[in-house]
T-cell receptor, first 113, second 111 residues
Framework: EAQVTQNPRYLITVTGKKLTVTCSQNMNHEYMSWYRQDPGLGLRQIYYSMNVEVTDKGDVPEGYKVSRKEKRNFPLILESPSPNQTSLYFC????????????FGSGTRLTVV | AQTVTQSQPEMSVQEAETVTLSCTYDTSESDYYLFWYKQPPSRQMILVIRQEAYKQQNATENRFSVNFQKAAKSFSLKISDSQLGDAAMYFCAYQRTALIFGKGTTLSVSS
């Protein structure tokens, strides 16, 4: 089944403890993106990648890192999480620019205490 | 920078009725794509409908259709014969390179 897989789905962590949210897609998509969703703010892009080893900042990149060492994986790293990073996170992938649209993962609910 | 605006935070509709969700966007580009995504309580993001900016014909997918007004930079979603399962948050999105979302409209459907 074609899909984007994010793990974990739920995570509660403490301030300052490094964490990684994994994202993998099995559709050979070129584009991958990370979004965070907060009430009243919609989905805001954190980082995106249009190809292996190519990443760019989105609208809210502060406090996050990404890497794209291989086409299928695009992990999101929080080196020192803070409570304001408590949010719902989505990974998404797309075949490329065009009308394909993005396929989304199931989301990761992160709480930083 | 491109922006997407959904001016209706909440909408409601009766079953079997028709509802229209509004979306406007701002861009200086002439070639781009527009989408409507649905997010039910399960929080899964589901692509509802897409529109290519170079096509004048409005996209239609079963009960879902759009009214695309390129000059006015308007992209509204019409849901006909509304069903209880249509209750969700709906996001309008613009894509040139990155996919940019509006803040969403919560649609409730009553029987």
């Amino acid at each position: 089944e074609a899909q984007v897989t994010q793990n974990p789905r739920y995570l509660i962590t403490v301030t300052g403890k490094k964490l990684t949210v994994t994202c993998s897609q099995n559709m050979n998509h070129e584009y991958m993106s990370w979004y965070r969703q907060d009430p009243g703010l919609g989905l805001r892009q954190i980082y995106y990648s249009m190809n292996v080893e190519v990443t760019d900042k989105g609208d809210v990149p502060e406090g996050y890192k990404v890497s794209r060492k291989e086409k299928r994986n695009f992990p999101l790293i929080l080196e020192s999480p803070s409570p304001n990073q408590t949010s719902l996170y989505f990974c998404a992938s797309s075949l490329g620019w065009g009308s394909h649209g993005y396929t989304f993962g199931s989301g990761t609910r992160l709480t930083v205490v | 920078a491109q922006t997407v605006t959904q001016s209706q935070p909440e909408m409601s509709v009766q079953e079997a009725e028709t509802v229209t969700l509004s979306c406007t966007y701002d861009t200086s580009e002439s070639d781009y794509y527009l989408f409507w995504y649905k997010q039910p309580p399960s929080r899964q993001m589901i692509l509802v409908i897409r529109q290519e900016a170079y096509k004048q014909q409005n996209a239609t997918e079963n009960r879902f259709s759009v009214n695309f007004q390129k000059a006015a930079k308007s992209f509204s979603l019409k849901i006909s014969d509304s069903q209880l399962g249509d209750a969700a948050m709906y996001f309008c999105a613009y894509q040139r390179t990155a996919l940019i979302f509006g803040k969403g409209t919560t649609l409730s459907v009553s029987s």
